[in-house]
């Protein structure tokens, strides 16, 4: 896909409404930290588009990216952020539960994983989660530069069990830096778009 134009549309927050969107959605799920916004940023080419941040926590809104006037990416909050009270925790979940169960036109969502690490209770909670709420969502094995290409494929079979996941269930490996997966995701998601 060519990016012509990509703008930050809509910023939701805990007490926002959810914009109704008419053309199709493409979410981005997973801890803080586990580089969503790094891989929105990388599959438009843009250095800092989604802010991203050491500091675990940085996205903390649903944010709804316009492409091209085509489709919308939705980056949102992080999950498991320790740094925040417990209430402003839940609240955040109902935020992106209410987002998942409400929107019409979500048609696929991207559950983040970062590779080094065998899923938490917190990665399998979310994808169990949207499971239960009609998607099967496309594992994004984050970081990839962090290891040794010897150790790829065992790192896919932890994340494989850990999650428990679906027979045929798609799990790309990615990295920000070398942009390793990029064409494979975007030719997903354009899959998906065509639909
Ligand atoms: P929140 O907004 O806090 O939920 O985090 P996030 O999931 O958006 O993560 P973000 O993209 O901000 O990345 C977190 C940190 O990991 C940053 O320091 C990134 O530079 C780093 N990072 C993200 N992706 C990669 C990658 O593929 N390789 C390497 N080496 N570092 C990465
Ligand atoms: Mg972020």
């Given amino acids: ?4 134009s990509v703008e930050l549309e809509t910023v939701c927050g805990i007490t926002s409404k959810l914009p109704e969107n008419d053309k199709s959605e493409f979410a981005f799920a997973g801890k803080s930290n586990v580089g969503k ?3 929105i940023n990388g599959l438009l080419n843009r250095k800092n588009l989604a802010r991203t941040s050491q500091k675990p926590g940085k ?19 992080g999950y ?4 925040v009270s417990e209430s402003v925790k839940a609240k955040w979940g109902k ?5 998942l169960k409400k929107s019409e036109c979500l048609k696929e969502v991207l559950l983040l994983i970062d590779i080094r690490h065998d899923p938490s209770k917190n ?22 530069d962090k290891i040794k290409r010897s150790q ?7 994340i494989k ?26 030719d997903i998601i354009e899959g998906a778009n065509d639909n």
Avoid: H
């Fill in 1 to 4: 896909m060519i990016i012509k």
């Fill in 37 to 39: 916004s790094s891989l």
């Fill in 59 to 77: 996205t903390q809104t649903i944010n709804f990216y316009n492409i091209n006037d085509e489709l919308y990416f939705v980056d949102l909050p």
């Fill in 80 to 83: 498991g952020y320790a740094q």
């Fill in 95 to 99: 935020m992106v539960e209410n987002y």
């Fill in 123 to 144: 990665d399998k909670d979310m994808y169990d989660w949207i499971v239960y709420n009609g998607y099967n969502p496309i594992i994004i094995a984050t970081k990839a």
């Fill in 152 to 158: 790829l494929q065992k790192q896919i079979k932890a």
């Fill in 161 to 186: 069990e850990g999650l428990k996941v679906k027979p045929g269930t798609k799990i790309i490996p990615f990295s920000a830096v070398t942009k390793q997966g990029r064409d494979e995701i975007w």
